[in-house]
């Protein structure tokens, strides 16, 4: 009788990180894309608001790639891990982030 997990201990792990990670970022990105959009908070140069927009967006697609190993690791791959197109969006709102905070120092 083999006495093994059914799980192996790598796929524990993405599962784990994956999930608390992805959790994590979620809730400090989300606030943030909310802030960013939400027509009643002033923000005076458009590039702060651009900016807290932008890392909002950011973190957010961290935690869907997070999540999304996680997904991959609990279901044994039947859900497919994510591509390269939610790194570029995660690189893109990241570069948009901090270009908007050069503008702002630079003004």
Request: glycine share 12%; net charge positive; charged share 10%.
């Amino acid at each position: 009788m083999d006495t093994r997990s059914i799980a192996t201990m790598t796929r524990n792990r993405k599962i784990t990180w994956g999930g608390g990670v992805g959790i994590g970022l979620g809730l400090i990105g989300f606030p943030l894309v909310f802030i960013g959009v939400w027509p009643g908070v002033d923000h005076s140069p458009w590039d702060v608001n651009t900016m807290i927009l932008a890392t909002g967006v950011s973190l957010l697609t961290a935690a869907y790639i997070s999540v999304r190993i996680a997904v991959a690791a609990a279901t044994d791959n039947r859900v497919s891990p994510p591509t390269r197109r939610p790194w570029l969006v995660a690189g893109g709102a990241l570069a948009v982030a901090v270009l908007c905070l050069l503008i702002a120092f630079a003004s």
